[in-house]
């Protein structure tokens, strides 16, 4: 009976959050034009505290001055909710994706094309960066100096786009043969460079390999890894990916 009460909750939940999932949207553009409105009012309520300084109203200084604090205030708690929203709606998409996730590598010409043909397959990667105004480079990519990468590829946001809490996005993959701590630091530190150079996030960055085992100290270097998206993927002999550790996609659904 324990059991089923248990089930029962679960089930409550995720209904819960498939329902707030279809609402996010409209949640979120509410949320925007409210921040629009927001910056729009304090940009008046400046205005009109510069104007209280040269006349030297005191009464209205404070007055304006208050008004201007708490609206500052407001957007950011705007901005947090907007935040946790996405962070909500990441962590259901990623449950949703693992619903349906199939770890079979597809064909491809070489590993670093498979990955991408497989990232297409699940999450219409190439597709998104395109229509989000997005670069794809293969080989060199400019990073103050020429860093090559086997794949890369970015989305750069506005400065009204940052404002609203828009991330910019980057996406790195290198393939090597045989993996050593070594070059998987060497991996890190160009990826970010490249990230500060671009001026970009750092979304992923993939160690593709085709090698199916993995030492101790590396899996326990790439644990600690919490403020890098730092993932090995791995070709296994029987026609799937190890993905270590498990990144979830992003809440608008890239990797």
């Given at each position: 009976?324990?059991?089923?009460r ?45 104007i ?6 005191l ?20 901005l ?10 990441s ?18 010409r ?7 043909n ?14 989000r105004?997005?670069i ?49 630091k060497k ?9 500060k150079?671009?001026d ?20 326990e270097f790439?644990?600690?890894q ?30």
């Open positions: 009976m324990v059991e089923r248990g089930e029962d909750l679960l089930t409550t939940l995720l209904s819960s959050l498939d329902e707030l999932a279809k609402k996010s949207a409209f949640l979120n553009k509410w949320l925007i034009y409210a921040i629009i409105l927001i910056i729009i009012w304090s940009g008046v309520a400046i205005g009109l505290w510069a209280s300084l040269i006349n030297l109203n009464t209205d200084i404070i007055l304006y001055a208050i008004l201007i604090s708490l609206v500052l205030l407001v957007l950011i708690y705007l947090q909710i907007r935040e946790k929203l996405a962070e909500v709606i962590r259901y998409s990623a449950y949703k994706y693992l619903e349906s996730l199939s770890l079979e590598i597809p064909p491809g070489d590993p670093v094309e498979r990955l991408i497989y990232f297409n397959k699940t999450l219409n990667f190439e597709k998104e960066i395109k229509k105004g997005g794809i480079l293969k080989g060199g990519v400019d990073c103050g100096t020429n860093i090559n990468f086997d794949y890369y590829a970015e989305i750069k946001t506005s400065a009204l786009g940052n404002l609203l809490g828009r991330k910019s996005y980057s996406f790195f993959v290198r393939y090597m043969e045989k993996l050593t701590l070594e070059d998987i991996f890190i530190e160009d990826v970010r460079i490249c990230s150079k671009r970009v996030e750092i979304s992923r960055a993939i160690v593709l390999t085709t090698q199916q085992e993995m030492s101790d100290e590396l899996y790439l644990m600690q919490e403020n890098l998206p730092l993932q090995v993927v791995m070709e296994m002999e029987d026609g799937t990916y190890d993905f270590i550790p498990f990144i979830a996609p992003r809440h608008d659904m890239l990797p």
